[in-house]
């Protein structure tokens, strides 16, 4: 977990260090422990207004694959240092016409420890072919809460960051040294 202070210079760091060119705006910097993910905005391909939906997603998709290809150098420049610099794996994305792709991102393993009734839950989701796996299952879980709980969650991130805040302050920290009444040193 990083504070807003931190998420607000690494958002810093990538919009001084990007190509101006690049994205058309950068739209989101997402942080965890293995990985930061920058997603930013670009042009829309030109298509006719009653072009139909099959037509429509071909082009968005061209769209993100053609800048892709094109902007690899250049992403990859910055993600070596950005990579060394804040010592997590840098990924990246584009929204397009309303659709977000993304290129490249971590899939981190997690272990966990089940009991039969949640693993029940993730059998019936393979079973029901949400899933094609229980670490599927789980990752369709864990998208399910996301969505549902996107306040609660950016409360409790917030709750958070005021704790590392006070502990920060806690007696185990170096005091800033207090000039002495008398004046001596």
Known sequence: MITKEQREKLRGWFTGRLPDDLFEELTEIAVDREEITVIGRIPAPRLAGDAPD?????????????FRERTRE????????????FGRKVSWGVEC???????????????????????????????????????????????????????????????????????????????DPAPRADGEE
């Open 74 to 85: 250049d992403r990859m420049a910055v993600a070596r240092e950005a990579e060394q610099r």
């Open 97 to 175: 016409g309303g659709r977000r792709t993304l290129f490249t991102h971590v899939a981190a393993p997690v272990m966990t420890r089940l009991r039969q009734p949640e693993r029940q839950v993730l059998d019936t989701l393979i079973a029901g072919g949400v899933a094609r796996s229980r670490s599927d299952a789980l990752a369709w879980c864990v998208r399910l809460v996301q969505r549902h709980t996107d306040d609660w969650l950016a409360e409790l991130r917030e709750s958070l960051e005021h704790v590392q805040r006070v502990r920060a302050q806690g007696p185990d920290t170096e005091p």
């Open 54 to 66: 099959a037509e429509r997603d071909a082009a968005l998709e061209s769209r993100a694959q053609e």
